[in-house]
């Protein structure tokens, strides 16, 4: 056999003189190779080989396809080892390769899609949550919240999302009333957090955590308290009937009206207007435009209104009262509620508005009834509800997700947050000794507040992948410790 053997001058001044492409065979012989093929043999690379035959430079430029292909994700088996495979690539898929999860009609199955930069052409898909257009004018008809298939997406903030048990901040709260009718604490745009103590008045600035006594009443209780969507202006109501109106920039009182003849538990801010639910059955529009007190007086529930929200449009106001009756009222029409719900089976104070669908409405019963339920308010149909097993106090959509969030009284006193979608448990928060009577929430929508009759408000990072440096503090909040430590 021959022996292949290569020559080559060591001399860098005759190596451009010698034939590179002679390859000195036994008997003398040349055979003439290519500078190109020679360098292959020399380098013995294959992945360099592959390159450089499908190249006809000196450079590799990658080729970007056109069109990605979308990949199916199907349903987690049942064993624990193909359903843990299952999830992780699923997690892949969507943190490391960018691809948000969608639904496929025809089978209810989960596709994920490219989102990257590189797609040239979007196809028309469906997407969860999407409406269709044929049901616009009615979009909770069918409502898909409600009626999503069990996917392994469902248990993605399993995975990704661990809350916190814990609050990372709680304050004291000494004379916070332990009343289910009353709304004591409320979060503005501004990120100043609003507490009503006996008959003061306190504002703490989020970021700072510097506490400023706003007004301290005299003879008088404050029953409610309730922030404007825009500006410095805080409703105040008491147990005499009256609502005042603060500036809490300038800490001073800009009106006082005294409509109604008992104590004011609800205040609500819409665009120019401020309603307000009494004791004495009755629901009060004003107008801060204009001089008079007043311009409708609305008397439909039969005991005290002790729950009112605004739709985020202002079109559409909602009320729940002691008679365990939730009404929708529009701001085309004050002399009488569009629609009348009787299901509940006690007190309606915990009523939310969805930010995510419009004319979703969100309501909880008292002891005797312990039912979270939702209503499709455009048409006056109840579409779903869930048994919590406690007297629900408060309920509030979630600013960042499809979530719920809802406080309970007996006998439990926990906080839960749903996924809306079947409503899942997502987390349960225990921590207050009496009845979590009050909720708010930041502006960012990450975090909450919650008081209790124990006399303390407790803070929770609900999304704390946002939150850092945050660290449990023990402080007080009383009308002689004006700063918190």
Not at 23 to 52: H, M, V, W
Not at 169 to 191: E, M, R
Not at 254 to 266: I, L, P, Y
Not at 351 to 372: C, E, F, M, R, V
Request: charged share 20%.
């Amino acid at each position: 056999m021959s022996k292949l053997k290569l020559q080559f001058c060591s001399d860098p001044l005759f190596q451009s003189s010698i034939d590179k492409n002679q390859i000195i065979l036994q008997g003398n012989q040349y055979d003439p190779i290519s500078l190109f093929q020679q360098e292959n043999i020399i380098n013995l690379g294959n992945t360099d080989q592959k390159r450089r035959n499908n190249c006809a430079g000196d450079r590799f430029i990658p080729t970007i396809k056109k069109k990605f292909n979308i990949l199916t994700e199907t349903k987690a088996p049942a064993q624990d080892i193909a359903s843990s495979q299952a999830t992780l690539e699923m997690l892949y898929k969507q943190q490391i390769l960018d691809q948000d999860p969608m639904m496929q009609p025809q089978n209810g199955s989960l596709k994920f899609i490219n989102q990257n930069n590189f797609q040239y052409k979007n196809e028309h898909i469906h997407y969860i949550d999407s409406i269709d257009p044929k049901n616009y004018n009615s979009p909770l008809v069918d409502h898909k919240y409600f009626a999503l298939p069990e996917t392994i997406s469902s248990y993605y903030g399993k995975y990704i999302r661990k809350i916190p048990k814990v609050p990372f901040k709680v304050l004291d709260a000494p004379q916070l009333q332990d009343d289910f009718y009353l709304n004591l604490i409320d979060w503005s745009n501004q990120n100043i957090l609003s507490v009503a103590l006996n008959n003061s008045v306190y504002l703490q600035n989020a970021q700072s955590s510097k506490v400023t006594k706003m007004l301290d009443l005299c003879n008088d209780v404050v029953t409610s308290v309730g922030w404007s969507l825009r500006g410095p202006l805080l409703g105040v109501g008491t147990n005499n009937g009256e609502v005042q109106i603060w500036d809490a920039c300038k800490l001073q009182k800009v009106r006082t009206f005294k409509s109604h003849v008992a104590r004011v538990g609800s205040l609500c801010f819409a665009e120019n207007m401020l309603s307000s639910g009494s004791r004495d059955k009755s629901i009060i529009q004003r107008d801060l435009r204009q001089k008079e007190d007043y311009f409708f007086k609305s008397i439909a529930h039969k005991q005290e209104v002790c729950g009112l929200k605004w739709s985020s449009d202002s079109q559409l106001l909602a009320s729940g009262g002691n008679d365990n009756k939730l009404y929708i009222w529009s701001s085309a029409q004050y002399d009488k509620p569009i629609f009348k719900f009787n299901e509940h089976q006690a007190a309606v104070k915990a009523i939310a508005w969805s930010p995510h669908q419009h004319g979703l409405l969100a309501s909880g019963g008292g002891t005797a009834d312990k039912t979270i339920r939702f209503w499709n308010a455009l048409e006056g149909k109840m579409l779903s509800k869930e048994d919590t097993g406690s007297q629900v106090c408060n309920l509030m959509f979630s600013k960042m997700e499809n979530e719920l969030i809802s406080t309970h009284g007996y006998s439990q006193n926990q906080i839960i947050l749903w996924k809306c979608n079947g409503m899942k448990r997502i987390a349960t928060l225990i921590g207050h000794t009496s009845r979590v009577l009050y909720l708010a929430m930041s502006p960012d929508g990450y975090t909450i507040v919650t008081g209790a009759g124990d006399e303390t408000l407790r803070f929770w990072n609900i999304y704390p992948q946002q939150i850092i440096n945050q660290q449990n503090s023990k402080c007080q909040l009383a009308s002689n410790n004006i700063s918190i430590r």
